[in-house]
């Protein structure tokens, strides 16, 4: 028997789109910045369900630096509909290609998970499925059909793609109908920044997107996130704030941008501690009932926690206008 090593055919780079770009400077990261490696047994244990289930997690996918204390905790952001997205945005690390079939048995192993981790709350993302007439909106809907089945007392947030163009097949209308308790659509960044940032989607069909859920379904809470380090001045992050708050957006999270190659988007700067509280002040003031706003926010981070809070500012601001 013969056996033969390819040494010469290089595995796929992750992000070909991004191989042909001059490295970026990398900006040291200050102290309010660094995390521990994760190395606990809560950690451990999570990633043996992640994988023992096949899953995939926007934790690991998107290199997020809370995944240590999360899954500590045993919080996971589980990442549906596989692990190649059709869109190339500047900032993201989730690999861009061709994607993979769908799998019929996601739905089913995710509610395991769920049940399995005693998940109190859970949230859940996908890729871009731009290839997909409906957007991956059904597979959305099956994802959360199967959580209610397998853990009914689990409270669902989901984070979606754009939908962009999908308007034929009612993708945003099929999840709304699936009711999930937070509707989360990123806007990732202000609206100068879209064509070099997020060059495959559009910043006001976002807004739209937003403003939508809540006209189908008003009792679903719907929140937003951006980036802040990508170059954006402050003016700007006020006026996606009052048109989010136009779209009558319940919670805002403001977070650090971090390259995660020396292909991406650079970082333009650090934003200190105390800019990330101005801007939580600033957002209370707009109306919002929920304000995450720190260097390390990130979408899903403290989501279980967030989501109590948002339901008592809304019992809150009922009873008070009662």
Request: proline letters at 7%.
């Amino acid at each position: 028997m013969v056996t033969i090593l390819d040494t010469i055919t290089k595995p796929r780079p992750r992000h070909p789109e991004k191989a042909h770009r001059p490295d970026q400077e990398v900006l040291r990261k200050p102290d309010w910045i660094r995390v521990r490696a994760p190395v606990s047994r809560g950690y451990l244990e999570t990633r043996e369900i992640v994988k023992s289930n096949r899953l995939v997690t926007v934790c690991e996918e998107a290199g997020c630096p809370n995944i240590g204390e999360c899954w500590d905790k045993k919080h996971a952001t589980f990442m549906i509909m596989g692990e190649i997205c059709t869109r190339a945005c500047a900032f993201c690390n989730v690999a861009t290609g061709i994607p993979t079939p769908l799998d019929p048995e996601e739905p089913a192993n995710v509610g395991k998970a769920v049940a399995q981790m005693g998940l109190s709350h859970v949230v859940i993302t996908s890729v871009d499925r731009d290839d997909l007439k409906d957007g991956g909106a059904e597979h959305f809907a099956q994802v959360i059909r199967a959580i209610r089945a397998a853990a009914p007392g689990t409270t669902i947030e989901i984070l979606t793609p754009d939908f962009l163009r999908k308007d034929g097949a009612n993708a945003l209308e099929t999840v709304v109908a699936a009711r999930p308790d937070v509707f989360n659509h990123n806007l990732e960044t202000v609206p100068s920044n879209y064509l070099t940032v997020r060059p495959g989607a559009r910043y006001f069909h976002s807004i739209r997107l937003l403003q939508r859920v809540k006209e189908l379904d008003p009792t679903i809470f719907t929140k937003s996130g951006i980036m802040v380090g990508l170059g954006e001045e402050r003016n700007e992050v006020l006026q996606l704030m009052d048109d989010l708050r136009s779209a009558d957006v319940d919670f805002i999270t403001i977070g650090q941008y971090l390259a995660p190659s020396k292909k991406h988007h650079p970082v333009k700067r650090f934003v200190t501690p105390d800019e990330f509280k101005s801007f939580e002040t600033v957002a209370y003031t707009k109306g919002f009932l929920m304000v995450a706003s720190s260097p390390l926010t990130r979408s899903s981070h403290h989501a279980g926690e967030d989501f109590a809070r948002l339901r008592a500012a809304r019992e809150a601001k009922l009873t008070k206008s009662a």
